[in-house]
Structures are given as C-alpha cells and as structure tokens.
C-alpha cells in the first residue's frame, strides 16, 4: 500500500493556513477583555519591545494593520507626486497605499526564479521623482539587503522594506526586522504570526519613531492637542495581548514551516514543468507560502492541478493571480512579461505548521500523481 493509500480520511482535509490560538492567547485576551480596556493600553506598549528586542529594531510601533503600517510610513516622507519603486507581484496594499500617502507607485518586473523584486529592473526605472523602494519579501523569501542598500544609496532613496509575509525571517544571520530603513509587518490571519487585525513597523530613528506613534493617533501630541495631520491607526491591547503570547511560539512555528517547506522544495524539485520558487542564498525562508508556477510543459493547467489536488482533500491558495500593474485601479500600465507569466501559473500549496510530515509527504505524493 502507498502513502496516498495509507492516509487516514482526516490527514484527506489539508487547508492552505493554520488559524488558531492557544489556550494562552485565548487567556491573554480575555484578561484583557474583563479589565474593560478595549483600547490601546500597555499591552501595546510591551507588545512593541517585545517585538523590536525579537527582531533587533531600536524602535517598533504596533498599528492597526499592515495596510495602516505603510500607509504611515509613507506619510512621514512622501510629498505630493514622489515615485516609490514596488514589485508588481505582491498584496495591493505595498502600493495603494503609496496613493493613498499622494505618492504614485511605480511597477518593477519581478525575479522568475526568486519571484522578488527585480533589483535591475528597479534602478532603470529610477527618476528625478523616485524618493523610495519598497522591496517585498515575498512568501517569506528574503530580499537580499546588500543590494537594496546600494541602489537607494547611490540614489538617495529611503528604503521601506514590507516584511507582512515574512515574520523571522532571517538574512545571513540577521532578522529582517533589523535592516536599515522602514520595516512593516501584517499580522492578519493568514500570517504566519496572527493576532486578527494588526500591524507593526520598526526603525532605526527615534525621530520618525516619534512621528509615526502621534500620526497613528490623529496627530495628538498632548490631550486634545494635535500638532499633525494624522489618523485613528492604533492597534488594541486585545490584539497586542494575543501578539505578545505568539511571539513567545514563533520560533517553534518558524521550525515547522521550514521543515515542511524543505521537505516540498526536495520532493517537487524534479518535477518537469512544476517550478518552485528559488530561496534567497544565505537565508532562513519564513514559508508564509510554498509557491509553484505550473506550467504547460507539466500537463496540465493550474486550475486543473487544484482542482485534482482538491479531490484528495488539499486545499490550494493563488497568490497573486494578475501583477499590480494589471490592476485597474492603477490605470494603464507598461507590461511586465515575466511577472504575468509566473501569475499565470501560481499556486499555493500548503506549507503551515499545522502540518505533520506525513500531511507533507501525502501532499508531495499527490503533486507527483498528476503528472502523465
């Protein structure tokens, strides 16, 4: 008998994330919930040192959510028509909320091997109105810091690296929450680190520290005394409390999803006509996502292979199915060939740590089963 074979009906039901909470979390929260502080309160202030020490940032401010992380950021230097270069294939908030700060987002062709930023493409896209970059480390795949730190130097940008797929990530020994610049994290369900609706950001300056907590705040620097223009971007200390008792099991969920990422980047690596996304040389892969680009040469088309993947009972995710310049929120846009082609044939296979090795191997035998 198989492996396939050999699977209990249950281990037949594999959902593409892992949401839940421990008893601990769920205990963290309620005590929050009795205290009646529904608000931000001192849970977020410790949820913010907590992190900054995690990730080795001088200063992090907890938000409302990823989206209101960068949205903050780019409020605290963008003027009115400033470019800032972001990759194509990514969440939509990475550069709807460079509009949304008045900034125009400019679409840069993305890696086909890494599914990264193409850091070539960037610099030839740099104008007398690029004031930033904002590389993406997508899926958990870390954006090489050297080279991003060249090219904003040799242009004078600032540097806002979107880390919400990428929580422990790490870069030649060092978190990615410690690069220079801006870093912002999501902690929406689907993360890897979840606490419902939340966001961070961390920086190495204490000015712009100081800045983002009062724009995050309507601008209040004293009560009823607003001294900026701003927004009600705060986070609360249900969310924080729950945050900070994730943290303390990050790096075990971190160990799973490795393991379980290796497991499928050694089992489908052979495969004709399946490409799995290149890790960064000299990385820790956060494996918010495990993605494959299926093409023609592997038998079959995407929707196909989910579709025979979900009758055994594995769940698949697409993320992203078209680049940000073919949004039409975005308006006409020049094409980027390599990045609609790797969104034509993304799939998302499941990679989370609530998996076990035979969840794993079940799923790499089903990939291998669809080929002719």
Known sequence: ?????????????????????????????????????????????????????????????????????????????????????????????????????????VFVETDRDTFLMDLDDAESKVTERTRAISPVHLFGNVVPFEPVEKLASRHDLKVVWDASQAHGARYMGRDVGSGDGFVTWSFYPSKNMFVGEGGMIATGSEEFAHQLKYLKSHGQTGKYFHTMPGLNYRMTDVEAAIGREQLKRLDDMLAIRRRNGEMLKEGLADLEGLSVQKQTPKSD?????????????????????????????????????????????????????????????????PVHHGLSEDDVMYVIDAVRGLRP
């Open 285 to 349: 892969h956060a494996w918010h996502q495990f993605g494959v680009v299926v093409e023609k040469s592997f038998g079959c088309d995407k929707e196909t292979f989910r579709q025979r993947l979900g009758e055994k009972g594995i769940a698949t995710g697409i993320a992203y199915p078209r680049g940000l310049h073919q949004q039409p929120v975005f308006g006409e846009q020049p094409a980027l060939p390599v990045t609609e082609e790797i969104c034509d044939g993304i799939v998302n296979l």
């Open 1 to 105: 008998m198989n492996q396939m074979e050999n699977m209990t009906e249950a281990t037949r039901n594999i959902s593409i994330a892992e949401i839940s909470l421990t008893e601990a979390e769920i205990a963290a929260a309620t005590e929050v919930l009795r205290s009646g502080n529904l608000r931000q309160g001192p849970h977020c202030g410790a949820f913010e040192e907590e992190f900054a020490s995690y990730v080795g940032a001088k200063h992090c401010i907890t938000c409302a959510n990823g989206s209101a992380a960068l949205h903050l950021v780019y409020m605290t230097f963008l003027e009115p028509g400033d470019e800032v270069l972001v990759p194509s294939m990514t969440f939509i908030a990475t550069a709807s909320m460079v509009s949304a700060a008045g900034g125009v987002p």
